[in-house]
């Protein structure tokens, strides 16, 4: 990991060198001068690793291990002396002055160790010298000769099946087959095999859809655990003998189809297995696993399919698909083509791996020549032959991408990654590279867009408008990710499968800690150059010598604990926190703005937390999200000082009551996403409750000064006086860059929503709980250009009147408990864009109009409108599916 670890320490030292805050000191000519000298021997070796290729892997290997050390080294010696302890600085400075100033100090104090470091990164730099004069390494091709933007249609996706046409057919028949008792489907194979793919492609096929009443899916894993289950079952219900009563009062009756994803042991069969009733009525229930065991003591002997690898034919089939999709693959490379997929060995998921190796390398026969002869000396004929190849798609992975590649592996098996989270760590752990065009969020939006073109990792779920939301690792990548994490010393990963810590290694700089059995032993296993430490288990805690941790994740504290052994942090970056055992509302210390380069702050409570003012101090804070706070107004600048300004803000997520003014949304003036909430006790028309509404319509009116706002989620609570808030919701304006917006609560006219209609960038819009005063809505012709999706929760609307010409972007369009809503007008189904419409808890003559809609569509050739109409006797069971529920209930 020698490219993260230089690029991480060249963002320390630019920020040492190149600190925006005008009050800050220049350096003294010695310490910049070294400063500048390191910072410059660091960018050849970034420009070396990003522009030579690995021939000769035995000797760049070496290599990057020593720039690797050499650069950990130059940023412990910068960092290490960054404690409030020596902080004996002037208290007119704020701390993050004060963290600039000390590290300027100990730059010089270490002056002779990092002569040190330099001395070595120049032994390197001769040795590379001589490599280049010896043609030991050669400039690589482009990494991908398609226009920048270009995605591709693996399984990034969609998730066709290739080769198994006949056995899909079979268990098509079988699920929809005359048979009458409940029935197991099993679906065996080793991994890689598509196992997953092949249920998922049969589970979304639409005649499977429209044969069961109710369907659900959860992933089980290797990690099944009845205590977590019970534990976290015990969260949201008192007895878990309630919660599975539910579900089997649910399915009792229907006939449901329930597919039990990646079953490793006998034992998780016995957990379930009573909950699915058996009412002869065709219900089915569809189990994939590695283990043939296992499905025959599911009871499925007669219903076992045996997934085998593809024959050579099938395996160029899929690779084609991969890499060229409907294209042509230019004879010149198909005979290679031929012999690489050969090599693959029939293995799906080898297949689409390599094929995005080739999708992103050179289409020359030079370049395929090459990656075949590597697939060929991978398979060996050992047990390991299938990792070897999916080893050779890491080593293709530019430089930018191998550190985040292996970050998925501090994440439990088959867990479901959100990718603002991830976005949010590879941005904490100096993993991006800055874009002046660009956020760092948004180049690391990129990265991962560019590891779903390789097939490296999976998208599990998309958006409304196409874009990722939750992605997973399939196991053996994620096999791989571990074994080079752990060999490359980039990550040590304790869970219960790992019988005891491996012996101390001080230069350990990542721990991930998925088990509870860890003992307390971190700070005698791990030394004190621990960066980043993240919890997946119940129990965790903080060790005192990890003084250099960036990243904070997972860590479950009381709230004396912050100001105690939090705030000494200074390092930090990212922190997520949830507090415990909080019934109203807690403050965090003003000591809090010691931690002067932390980015993102999430915070999860049971009760409310308060910001303090000396969060406005804060200049490098990119991500605030809490589940309730109040925040502090910034204090007043004092003679000299300069006026706060979160230059980098672009989430506030959770903050109530908070009165925006002009001069306020000017010190965040890159917010991009706000979510904020507006609530009043009062419970009669005072004057102050009328003044209150005023300053509320003054606030609302400001947001339009936020010219990067780009997702705005506003909820009102108020109890009263509903005729003030919907006067002020009728004058309202909102930023031209909105492109997300979420209104709940507020009593507003039908006719004003030709003010949110004239929004030109605004594809979303979810409108909750009587949101609106009117029984009619007509949308004004010219409105809502842009809008993909429309959700309309509980309101008293009884007629849309709208056709094509009103939403002619629209894909998705939602009604949620609109149990006065009359029909869907048939128009609404001309719109050429529209995918979906689901109704969720409507009328039973809304529902048969858009069944009716459906017919006029198929009439007219246009099978593509999918129509979801949801129970409406799921009591408190999410309204969307019955696999949310599901999950929740095992918690595989």
Known sequence: ?????????????????????????????????????????????????????????????????????????????????????????????????????????????????LQKVIQELDSISEQVVNMKDRNDVEILPPRNPFPAGSSKFGSSNKSDMVGFDDELMQVKDQLTGPSSKLKIISIVGMGGIGKTTFARNVYDDPLIKYHFDTRAWTTISQEYNVQKMLTDLLDSTSNIENLAEKLYKYLKGKRYLIVLDDMWDTKAWDEVQWLFPDDSNGSRIILTTRIADVAVYAGSSSAIHHLSCLNPEKSWNLLHQTVFGEECCPCELEEIGKEIAKNCKGLPLALVVIGGLLYKGKRTPDYWMYVEQNVNSAVIGTDDQFMEILLLSYNHLPHHLRACFLYMAVFPEDYEIRKSKLTKLWVAEGFIKPDRSKSLEAVADKYVEDLLDRNMILAHERSYTGKIKICRIHDLMRDLCVRKAQEENFLHLYDRLVKSFPEVTYNQRRVSIHSNNYGHHLEDTYGSQVRSLLYYSEETSLPTSFLLLRVLDGLRISFSEFSVEIVELVNLRYIVLTILKISETCELPASISKLCNLQTLIIYSLGTVKLPSDIWKMPRLRHIWTSTCFLAYPSAAGNGEKIAVLENLQTLKGVIDFKFTKKVLQMMPNLKKLKIGFSHPGADLSSQFRHSCADLSSCINKFIHLRQLEDLNCTFTYRSGGKFIRTLMENFHLPPTLKRLTLAGCRLSWKSMAIIGSLPNLEVLNLKYFIYDGLVWEPTEGNFLQLKVLLLRQTDLEHLKADETNFPSLQHLTFIDCRKLVEIPSAIGDIPTLQVIELSECSESAVNSVKLIQEEQRDLGNDNLQIIIHDSDMLNIDYRDLTGYVSALFNF
Not at 94 to 101: A, D, G, K, S, W
């Open 1 to 113: 990991m020698a490219y993260a670890s230089l690029l991480s320490l060249t963002q320390t030292l630019e920020q040492i060198l190149h600190d925006p805050d005008d009050q800050c000191q220049v350096l003294h000519q010695q310490e910049e001068q070294i400063g500048r000298c390191l910072l410059e021997k660091v960018r050849f070796f970034l420009s070396f690793l990003e522009d030579h290729s690995q021939n000769n892997i035995e000797t760049i290997r070496c290599l990057e291990g020593r720039i690797r050390v050499a650069a950990y080294e130059a940023e412990d010696i910068i960092e290490s002396q960054i404690d409030t302890s020596d902080q004996i600085v002037s208290d007119s400075r704020n701390h993050c002055e004060r963290c600039v100033e000390f590290r300027r100090y100990n730059l010089a104090k270490k002056y002779e160790k």
